[in-house]
């Protein structure tokens, strides 16, 4: 009792003394970041000497009078000239004070201990005419990654074979007019590892050539199947192009997250220009960050795109509720679980939801549904954005449930139920791939096809391909997509045209390399 009756009494200080002013601009969170919180041990006034939040910048090199106003307060800043973001760090306390909210240090249900404000800041009055938005104060970040299925499952011959995945998408013909991934890079962010041994036995199953990923960042110490499906998926369909490794395990070791995800692009797109970047893992749901917090992040990502980069990350496998996760898996679902994955968010960012297929027995396409597995909570996620307004390649769509015009996910969608998925190799015995992990990975390697086919014929490779995919929704000379009408999630239905469980549907990819240098010749 006195324990708590302590941590009542500090916690009263720190809140007396932050300044009236600064209360005035706070709000209570809520939602599932407050009951992160509730269910977290709260051990009072953080003592952290090194705490940090992010802000938006009314002007891309404005952070001038935001150091000047730090540098009073106690505070420091980082700035990336041009980019329109700047964190203010320094000790909690400071932190606290100068923005006017209690930051307490916490204790998660898995033991991880972490600061936080249980409060939103807003703008100090000091910096209205500056600053544009504010991140959350919290140095938590429940991120994700998936496992394959430990069994070949029931599908022919164990899993869809190389030839049979391109067969379903149509990218047989580019394959066959020698368009096979020679001298594009596709780049993996991963938070675990793959056996050399798994990818040799995968190559000499399939008759193709054996590879060796590039590994930047240091091999991670853990290895669950993540990266040896991504990368064998990705070698089924472009077996000459490079594969990149970045170990972004760093980026969820202390705090600043979204900062260290951007400069985790910014490297990777200066060591590796125009790559193809897959994503497959998360960083939390939206409801844990703002948009202030991954303005860096978005930053670095349109930065990459300007020169050529198309980036595909995984919409998630909690069939629409993202913001569930963790270890509450089998709790029934409520309204705060749903969500979406922050970063797929990000408008720039390509967002793959999951199917289920049917193929013949030569992997000919049958049919396509929205992947759902109900008992388990799992299957392809999607929604509406909190975070981002909706962009202007998506303003013609009419979704009901969205009343603020907001960004809407996924975008495309790709084979991600694990009973119909691809066949690879993991600690020596062949299994088969699932999740909309494996479906942003199959995107990133039919887009290096793609993009070859484009250049070679007159075009340009794709970049932010986003506005380019609805544009050839809206009507191409040739059928680009596959319409998922059927299943939904746990939130949503499928349904004809755009949908929040399969966005566009799923490419024939002939067909759409054919309309998007169309599209390109008409817009020079």
């Given at each position: 009792?006195?324990?708590?009756?302590?941590?009542?009494?500090?916690?009263?200080?720190?809140?007396?003394?932050?300044?009236?002013?600064?209360?005035?601009?706070?709000?209570?969170?809520?939602?599932?970041?407050?009951?992160?919180?509730?269910?977290s041990?709260?051990?009072?006034?953080?003592?952290?000497?090194?705490?940090?939040?992010?802000?938006?910048?009314?002007?891309p090199?404005?952070?001038?009078?935001?150091?000047?106003?730090?540098?009073?307060?106690?505070?420091?800043?980082?700035?990336?000239?041009?980019?329109?973001?700047?964190?203010?760090?320094?000790?909690?306390?400071?932190?606290?004070?100068?923005?006017?909210?209690?930051?307490?240090?916490?204790?998660?249900?898995?033991?991880?201990?972490?600061?936080?404000?249980?409060?939103q800041?807003?703008?100090?009055?000091?910096?209205?005419a500056?600053?544009?938005?504010?991140?959350?104060?919290?140095?938590?970040?429940?991120?994700?990654?998936?496992?394959?299925?430990?069994?070949?499952?029931?599908?022919?011959?164990g899993?869809?074979?190389?030839?049979?995945?391109?067969?379903?998408?149509?990218?047989?013909?580019?394959?066959?007019a020698?368009?096979t991934?020679?001298?594009?890079?596709?780049?993996?962010?991963?938070?675990?590892?793959?056996?050399?041994?798994?990818?040799?036995?995968?190559?000499d199953?399939?008759?193709?050539?054996?590879f060796?990923?590039?590994?930047?960042?240091?091999?991670p110490?853990?290895?669950?199947?993540?990266?040896?499906?991504?990368?064998?998926?990705?070698?089924?369909?472009?077996?000459?192009?490079?594969?990149?490794?970045?170990?972004?395990?760093?980026?969820?070791?202390?705090?600043?997250?979204?900062?260290k995800?951007?400069?985790?692009?910014?490297?990777?797109?200066?060591?590796?220009p125009g790559?193809?970047?897959?994503?497959?893992?998360g960083?939390?749901?939206?409801?844990?960050?703002?948009?202030?917090?991954?303005?860096?992040?978005?930053?670095?990502?349109?930065?990459?795109?300007r020169?050529?980069?198309?980036?595909?990350?995984?919409?998630?496998?909690?069939?629409?509720?993202?913001?569930?996760?963790?270890?509450?898996?089998?709790?029934?679902p409520?309204?705060?679980?749903?969500?979406?994955?922050?970063?797929?968010?990000?408008?720039?960012?390509?967002?793959?939801?999951?199917?289920?297929?049917?193929?013949?027995?030569?992997?000919?396409w049958?049919?396509?549904?929205?992947w759902?597995?109900?008992?388990?909570?799992?299957?392809?996620?999607?929604?509406?954005?909190?975070?981002?307004?909706?962009?202007?390649?998506?303003?013609?769509?009419?979704?009901?449930?969205?009343?603020?015009?907001?960004?809407?996910?996924?975008?495309?969608?790709?084979?991600?139920?694990?009973?119909?998925?691809?066949?690879?190799?993991?600690?020596?015995?062949?299994?088969?791939?699932?999740?909309?992990?494996?479906?942003?990975?199959i995107?990133?390697?039919?887009?290096?096809?793609?993009?070859?086919?484009?250049?070679?014929?007159?075009?340009?490779?794709?970049?932010?391909?986003?506005p380019l995919?609805?544009?050839?929704?809206?009507?191409?000379?040739y059928?680009?997509?596959?319409?998922?009408?059927l299943?939904?999630?746990?939130?949503?239905?499928?349904?004809?045209?755009?949908?929040?469980?399969t966005?566009?549907?799923?490419?024939?990819?002939?067909?759409?390399?054919?309309?998007l240098?169309?599209?390109?010749?008409?817009?020079?």
């Open positions: 009792m006195r324990r708590w009756a302590a941590v009542l009494v500090a916690a009263l200080l720190t809140v007396a003394a932050v300044p009236a002013c600064a209360e005035e601009h706070r709000a209570r969170i809520t939602g599932a970041f407050a009951a992160l919180l509730n269910a041990t709260d051990l009072g006034p953080s003592r952290a000497a090194d705490a940090q939040l992010t802000v938006t910048l009314a002007r090199d404005g952070a001038e009078h935001v150091t000047a106003w730090a540098r009073a307060a106690g505070l420091w800043v980082r700035a990336r000239p041009g980019e329109g973001w700047a964190v203010v760090e320094g000790a909690a306390a400071d932190l606290a004070r100068a923005f006017g909210v209690p930051v307490h240090d916490y204790r998660a249900p898995s033991g991880e201990a972490f600061y936080a404000s249980a409060y800041p807003g703008v100090p009055p000091a910096l209205r500056e600053v544009t938005g504010v991140g959350r104060i919290n140095s938590y970040v429940p991120y994700r990654t998936a496992q394959p299925a430990p069994l070949p499952l029931d599908v022919p011959d899993g869809l074979s190389p030839s049979a995945l391109l067969a379903a998408y149509n990218a047989t013909p580019l394959v066959e020698g368009f991934g020679q001298g594009a890079t596709i780049v993996f962010f991963a938070f675990d590892s793959a056996d050399q041994a798994d990818l040799d036995s995968f190559a199953a399939t008759g193709l050539p054996r060796t990923p590039v590994l930047v960042g240091g091999k110490d853990e290895s669950h199947g993540e990266t040896a499906m991504d990368l064998q998926v990705a070698h089924a369909i472009a077996p000459d192009a490079r594969l990149v490794v970045v170990n972004a395990r760093p980026t969820v070791q202390g705090d600043g997250a979204y900062e995800i951007a400069a985790m692009f910014a490297e990777a797109d200066r060591r590796f790559a193809v970047w897959s994503l497959s893992i960083w939390g749901c939206e409801a844990f960050v703002t948009a202030a917090d991954l303005a860096p992040v978005r930053a670095a990502l349109v930065a990459a795109q020169h050529g980069t198309s980036a595909f990350d995984a919409s998630g496998d909690t069939a629409g509720l993202e913001c569930k996760g963790g270890d509450r898996w089998s709790a029934p409520g309204p705060d679980d749903i969500g979406l994955d922050a970063v797929a968010a990000i408008p720039e960012m390509t967002s793959v939801g999951g199917t289920t297929l049917s193929t013949g027995p030569r992997g000919q049958l049919a396509e549904h929205a759902v597995d109900s008992p388990l909570t799992q299957g392809t996620s999607g929604g509406v954005s909190t975070l981002f307004e909706r962009p202007a390649w998506q303003d013609k769509l009419t979704i009901e449930r969205d009343t603020g015009h907001r960004r809407l996910a996924p975008d495309v969608a790709a084979v991600g139920d694990p009973a119909t998925g691809v066949r690879f190799v993991y600690r020596g015995r062949p299994v088969t791939g699932g999740g909309t992990s494996q479906a942003a990975p995107w990133a390697a039919l887009t290096v096809l793609m993009n070859q086919y484009l250049v070679a014929n007159g075009g340009r490779p794709l970049g932010n391909i986003n995919l609805y544009r050839v929704a809206e009507g191409a000379p059928p680009s997509f596959r319409d998922v009408r299943g939904g999630n746990a939130v949503d239905l499928a349904g004809a045209g755009y949908d929040l469980v966005g566009l549907g799923s490419p024939n990819v002939y067909n759409l390399a054919r309309s240098l169309e599209l390109q010749k008409r817009t020079r």
